[in-house]
């Protein structure tokens, strides 16, 4: 198994690595952080990975993503999976008056992890099999005044990944989207993470690593969020408009 | 990750005190300076966390912040051949089990749970059911990375910054952040355990069996039925063991069969259930007894099968009472320690005794010394559970011996004191920018 991680350095990226590392796969972490790839390489190397290849890159750079795919493919001699795991959750509230905050965070969320996407699927198609698994979010479901920016940028990536795991329905790969709900990362640090609904990284990792094998285009983390989104998205908007969500 | 958020209720594994504290969660190692200088900056004490088995108030500092360093999990490296292992302070040792034992490895010590972190490991200098042949965690460190709060970054060994490395071993956190560790690990044979099981009568027979039993098994606990009266006080089931030389190279699942899902109501823990229970436990083991090969987790782990079995307890709940006496005054003490329990009614089903070694501790504030430990859970009834304590606390002083600040959320400071000579020593290798509830409790003078 050979597997290249863009945005390894985010918890739910660290925690899907460890189950890759677990069943001796080899990794390419790709990140910006050369220390931090390197420390979380010497980590996976002693939990099992076969070997562990790091890449410094800035992903919300949307320059030749294709000859940067290639150039890791070739760094980790082939691919079976690539897990898009990087995003930014920006400052809503700022980026509601800065558009080019605004701009920011659609940027890297959607635009690049687009990019990505659609270099990946090229390649998955060509050799006719392996997948591409990206991270979405439950935010992508309705928007909402808390992060309907970010949500905007995570529903696009939705329609983006369906509409590729649609283009290989007849072929070998698979594309699927992970939508977790709100997840106990960095990410998140500084809200009130109690509660039933908040899930652990190594949860949302458990589910995104089968789901790189099984596929079935869109995946809820945990999965009870599909029937909760299920009716957020048919609340009236006269009733949805009123609730402090 | 570098900021402190206020967390409403933030607990130690006793649940005795409920407190909010500020808490960081830092997830990289880079992040840990800008952490620590942070927490400076808003004038907070510091002390760091790891997976909270700590069961009174040594791992709580509500007036201050906290840096829960579960996040720094990384190992940094594994040389087979010399036997080292290099991790971030927050790996459990879980964690480490899983990678070493398919190895043919394992921790030199142990302590009752797997659910500890290095870094506790080493604050707390853990010891285990070997401590007559291994000692405590802290002698098998090698190396260790200590982050002071004037943003000081040390390397600590039993050569380099030697009074600061003893100072930190068993320092209870308080001598700055341990960032990373380094230890010596044990080669195992196999995942199995050759264990033989053997019920005893009394506190004689306990004694008997430990004096029997040292020279030929690398681990010995026993098990006692602390509600037990008259000719049976002091009966239990002693349980030696080896690593097996021949049994599966795999370790055993042990995964959590059940989690606690809510505190169990005030009445679950009486005097009638603890005794039911500690009766049916004594005949089983009794039925059960004789040598048997198991797996590591029932042996070393069997609490770990209910996840958050602190729950038991109920909402207010438990101390945990863990005292050693020198082995001049063992016998009576212990058997006094009994009696006085036993009168109380005040039973604990978690009743463990051991005899330890005499390998000397390498930390100023090393709980283990040589003689006989006992630890004891009570569920928390109040002025009733303090009383019998106190009691307790009478006869530990006046046998010389001393209280496991892991395990305790109120020994007296002239305990304490008695109990650590070394403390004043210690006290001097404090780092000014870091305390907790239990050293601001013990070092008063």
Same mark, same amino acid.
């Given at each position: ?245 | ?56 108030? +040594? ?153 029997? +039993? ?67 436990? $004594? ?58 329990? +036993? ?12 005899? $330890? ?58 305990? $304490? ?29």
């Amino acid at each position: 198994m050979r597997v290249i991680i863009l945005g390894a350095t985010s918890a739910i990226a660290v925690c899907t690595a460890r189950l890759y590392a677990k069943e001796g796969a080899s990794l390419l972490l790709v990140g910006r952080d050369e220390n931090r790839l390197s420390q979380m390489a010497a980590d996976l190397k002693v939990r099992g990975a076969e070997r562990v290849e790091i890449a410094v890159h800035d992903l919300a750079a949307e320059t030749d993503v294709g000859a940067h795919l290639s150039g890791f493919i070739t760094q980790l001699g082939g691919v079976d999976h690539v897990l898009i795991a990087y995003g930014i959750l920006g400052d809503q509230h700022a980026a509601e008056r800065d558009l080019v905050a605004a701009a920011e965070i659609l940027k890297v969320n959607f635009n690049s992890a687009a990019a990505w996407s659609l270099a990946t699927a090229s390649v998955l198609e060509r050799q006719g099999r392996g997948s591409l698994v990206v991270i979405g979010s439950v935010a992508g479901d309705r928007g909402r005044r808390a992060n309907f920016i970010y949500g905007a940028a995570k529903a696009g990536l939705e329609t983006l990944v369906e509409g590729i795991a649609h283009r290989f329905a007849d072929k070998g790969p698979r594309a699927v989207l992970i939508k977790p709900g709100p997840t106990i990362t960095p990410m998140t640090e500084g809200m009130n993470r109690k509660g039933l609904l908040w899930a652990t990284p190594e949860k949302i990792a458990a589910i995104t690593h089968a789901r790189a094998y099984r596929g079935g285009s869109i995946a809820y983390a945990p999965g009870f969020w599909r029937y909760i989104m299920l009716i957020i998205r048919t609340l009236p908007g006269v009733i949805f408009n009123r609730m402090d969500i | 990750m570098t900021d402190f958020a206020r967390e409403e209720d933030f607990r130690s594994w006793g649940n005795v005190v409920q407190a909010a504290h500020a808490v960081a969660r830092p997830f990289w190692r880079d992040q840990l300076t800008a952490t620590v200088s942070t927490g400076r900056q808003q004038g907070l004490a510091l002390l760091a966390t790891g997976l909270r088995r700590s069961y009174g108030d +040594s791992v709580l500092n509500p007036a201050g912040g906290m840096i829960d360093m579960t996040g720094l999990d990384r190992i940094i490296a594994f040389d087979p051949d010399r036997r080292l292992l290099r991790a971030e302070a927050g790996l459990p040792l879980h964690t480490l089990l899983d990678l070493l034992v398919r190895r043919g490895f394992f921790p030199p010590v142990t302590p009752g749970t797997r659910y500890v972190t290095l870094g506790g490991a080493v604050a707390n200098d853990v010891h285990g059911k070997n401590h007559h042949v291994n000692g405590t965690f802290g002698r098998w460190v090698r190396l260790l990375g200590l982050l002071r709060s004037n943003g000081e970054e040390l390397q600590l060994s039993p050569t380099e910054h030697p009074d600061l490395f003893a100072a930190t071993i068993g320092g209870l956190g308080l001598t700055g952040l341990i960032t990373w560790v380094e230890l010596e690990l044990t080669p195992i044979d196999s995942a199995s355990m050759d264990v033989e099981n053997i019920p005893f009568d009394g506190v004689d027979g306990f004694f008997a069996l430990a004096r029997e +039993s040292e020279g030929n098994f690398d681990y010995t606990v026993s098990w006692i039925d602390c509600l037990a009266a008259g000719p049976s006080l002091g009966r239990g089931i002693f349980s030696r063991a080896n690593h097996s030389e021949s049994g599966s190279p795999l370790p055993d699942r042990g995964n959590t069969r059940f989690s606690m899902p809510l505190d169990a109501p005030q009445f679950a823990m009486n005097r009638h259930t603890i005794n039911a229970f500690n009766a049916a436990y $004594f005949r089983n083991g009794k039925r059960k007894s004789g040598p048997a090969r198991v797996g590591i987790h029932p042996f070393f782990y069997p609490l770990d099968s209910i996840g958050r079995w602190n729950r038991l307890y109920g909402k207010k709940g438990m101390y945990q009472y863990q005292s050693v006496v020198p082995p001049s005054v063992q016998y009576d003490a212990t058997k006094e320690m009994l009696a006085a329990i +036993s009168a109380s009614g005040q039973g604990s089903f978690l009743a463990v005794l051991k005899t $330890f070694g005499d390998e000397l501790s390498p930390g100023l504030l090393s709980f283990p010394m040589e003689g006989t430990t006992l630890a004891l859970d009570f569920p928390n009834r109040g002025e009733e559970t303090l009383r019998l304590m106190a009691r307790l606390d009478e006869i530990v002083l006046a046998a010389g011996g001393r209280l496991y600040p892991a395990k305790d959320g109120r020994m007296p400071a002239r305990l $304490f004191q008695a109990g650590y000579p070394a403390w004043q020593a210690f006290s001097k290798h404090v780092d000014s920018g870091f305390s907790s509830l239990f050293w601001q409790r013990v070092s008063q003078m």
